[in-house]
């Protein structure tokens, strides 16, 4: 994948988790244009964060987004079980093409 | 609320063409503040850029899928296609249909819909 996840990531009911997307500086590092999808088995992707920081109307304050040079992360705090889903992060790169992380399975334990 | 609906084959023979159309419902295809695009997600995998298309026609494609793909519009259907050329098992996926809002993301999907490529 054009961007890197980490393939899992946990947490219990109430605490905060991290999940970070690096790229290059041809993508991440370059735009502001880094979305976040929330996806439950069988079902379409979600629009959860987009423009690093910027939730959707519906979407809980839970969710927020950064942005570090390369790297950007997506934090869900106060954990609750139906946020137990893969998680996948977009950007815009040069020539308008839009690159995908390889997705983290977000585990509430 | 703005919708999508893929349709079209669910089996395509390896070597054929897999053909795909989106159509929008309660909304213009040819709104300017949007690309329309598709994503595909293989069994078990992540999801994949396949590329988008204005209603003007203008197109982006992903550099891995270039030689293969084409978009189309259909302004007066308010529908856009997919055309994916010699395909393989690989091609195999959930192909999903989509609003492109630019930076704003990918805000509206459609249900997805199943491609199995075989004999």
């Known amino acids: 994948s054009a961007l890197t996840q980490p393939p899992s990531a946990s947490g219990s009911p109430g605490q905060s988790v991290t999940i970070s997307c690096t790229g290059t500086s041809s993508d991440i590092g370059g735009y502001n244009f880094v979305s976040w999808y929330q996806q439950h088995p069988g079902k379409a992707p979600k629009l959860m964060i987009y423009e690093v920081t910027k939730r959707p109307s519906g979407v809980p304050d839970r969710f927020s987004g950064s942005k570090s040079g390369n790297t950007a992360s997506l934090t869900v705090s106060g954990l609750q079980a139906e946020d137990e889903a893969d998680y996948y992060c977009?950007?815009?790169?040069?020539?308008?093409?839009?690159?995908f992380g390889g997705g983290t399975k977000l585990t509430v334990l | 609320q703005l919708q999508l609906q893929e349709s079209g084959p669910g089996l395509v023979k390896p070597s054929e063409t897999l053909s795909l159309t989106c159509t929008v419902s309660?909304?213009?295809?040819?709104?300017?503040?949007?690309?329309w695009g598709w994503i595909r997600q293989s069994p078990g995998k992540g999801l994949e850029w396949i590329g988008n298309?204005?209603?003007?026609?203008?197109?982006y494609y992903s550099p891995s899928l270039k030689s293969r793909v084409t978009l189309s519009v259909d302004r007066a259907k308010n529908q856009f296609s997919l055309n994916l050329t010699s395909v393989t098992a690989a091609d195999t996926a959930v192909y999903y249909c989509?609003?492109?809002?630019?930076?704003?993301?990918?805000?509206?999907w459609g249900q997805g819909t199943t491609v199995s490529v075989s004999s």
């Open positions: 977009t950007s815009y790169a040069r020539s308008g093409n839009l690159v």
């Open positions: 309660a909304g213009s295809i040819s709104s300017s503040s949007y690309y």
């Open positions: 298309i204005y209603y003007s026609g203008s197109t």
């Open positions: 989509v609003r492109d809002n630019g930076g704003y993301g990918l805000d509206v």
